[in-house]
């Protein structure tokens, strides 16, 4: 028998999501929208002069399963750089697919493996990771500029 796809595990990350406010002047700011369920994040960053997360801050109006992505990347998010979280991104997607293995460095994805055989639930998972690693992109184009 597989695991239920919600959990006690994923409503307790989705109500204890690190990182809850907005940053007042970000150096990056993205939002993202899963245009199938209509969840949004949007994410604010803050880079130090390696490229790497000093500061975030995001805003998650998500089903639970995206509240608990966004618990986990933001227990995680601090000391990344924006490749570390894009290739994470991808490796969840590759994951989600039953593609691939949870991304590296965060085991906490694991939680999501149910997930897999829920299709139109994976852009909800994916939102947190796509909207922190598009910010941290922008931040560092614009630290660049």
């Not at 960053?45 to 130090?48: E, S, T």
């Given at each position: 028998m597989s695991e239920p796809l919600y959990n006690t595990a994923i409503l307790?990350?989705?109500a204890t999501i690190p990182h809850q406010a907005r940053l007042a002047a970000p150096q990056g700011?993205?939002?993202?929208v899963s245009p199938i369920c209509g969840s949004r994040v949007t994410a604010d960053?803050?880079?130090?002069d390696a490229g790497r997360?000093?500061?975030?801050?995001?805003?998650v109006r998500a089903c639970a399963l995206g509240q608990a992505s966004a618990?986990?990347?933001g227990s995680g998010v601090i000391g990344k750089s924006a490749s570390e979280l894009r290739n994470a991104h991808t490796a969840l997607a590759a994951f989600l697919k039953g593609e691939g293995d949870v991304p590296a460095g965060w085991p906490d994805l694991e939680i999501f493996r149910?997930?897999?055989a829920y299709k139109a639930r994976h852009p909800s998972i994916l939102l947190?990771?796509?909207a922190a690693a598009s910010a941290a992109e922008d931040a560092a184009v614009t630290?660049?500029?």
């Open positions: 307790r990350l989705a700011t993205s939002r993202k960053v803050d880079l130090d997360i000093t500061a975030f801050g995001q805003e618990s986990i990347l149910p997930a897999q947190a990771f796509d630290a660049s500029a």
